[in-house]
């Protein structure tokens, strides 16, 4: 089945230390993101990819970092410069292929809880 | 700038009645509209989408959406509430690489 995995559905780490969060889709779709969660903010964009080895910062890309080397990875670094990491984090990807609705699939989340 | 506005951050109804969920947009949007749903710790799922080819649209579920250009607004309705209904629903846009998603309305179903 297509989809989008995240690994791993919680993660625990200390403040100061930097940690990554994996995202793979096997959907053959160009275009990938990162979103993050807290409670009754909505989602909002940190990241996003059109095409392999290019991207762009979303809203609240501060304290992030990410890479683009394969079209279907895009791994999500939180940095020690990220003031609250804790939340909730969302990968999704859309197809970008002509003129379309470019609907989002998510994958299941990742769980970041910094101490 | 395109926005999305789902009015009332929680909705909450009971077993078997009418669930109405709201969203507006505004006039700049693309003619693409999208409803997901959330179920606790868990990824965003796609409920329904407006392409143009159709004002009323139906989903999963039993959930149906009628985009109202007049009013520009894309609600969401199910005829009989169900507990398995309870999650978090997000109204977006489409059409372009950067999507514009709504705050969010939490469905809450009393037994």
């Known amino acids: 089945d297509g989809g989008i995995t995240q690994s791993p559905k919680y993660l625990f780490r200390k403040e100061g230390q930097n940690v990554t969060l994996s995202c793979e889709q096997n959907l053959n779709h160009d275009a990938m993101y990162w979103y993050r969660q807290d409670p009754g903010q909505g989602l909002r964009l940190i990241y996003y990819?059109?095409?392999?080895?290019?991207?762009q910062k979303g809203d609240i890309a501060e304290g992030y970092s990410v890479s683009r080397e394969k079209k279907e990875s895009f791994p999500l670094t939180v940095t020690s410069a990220q003031k609250n990491p804790t939340a909730f984090y969302l990968c999704?990807?859309?197809?970008?292929?002509?003129?379309?609705?470019?609907?989002?699939?998510f994958g299941p989340g990742t769980r970041l809880t910094v101490t | 700038a395109q926005s999305v506005t789902q009015l009332g951050s929680h909705v909450s109804v009971s077993e078997g009645a009418l669930v109405l969920l709201r969203c507006n947009y505004s006039s700049s949007v693309p003619p693409y509209l999208f409803w997901y749903v959330q179920y606790p710790n868990q990824g965003l799922q796609l409920l329904l989408k407006y392409t143009s080819a159709a004002t009323l649209v139906k989903g999963i579920n039993g959930f149906e959406a009628e985009f109202k250009k007049s009013e520009t607004s894309f609600h969401l309705t199910k005829p009989s509430a169900h507990m398995s209904d309870a999650a978090e629903y997000f109204c977006?846009?489409?059409?372009?690489?950067?999507?514009?998603f709504g705050r969010g309305t939490s469905l809450i179903v009393h037994p």
């Open positions: 999704a990807s859309s197809s970008s292929s002509g003129v379309g609705s470019y609907e989002q699939y």
């Open positions: 990819s059109q095409i392999v080895n290019d991207f």
């Open positions: 977006a846009t489409g059409g372009s690489y950067i999507p514009t």
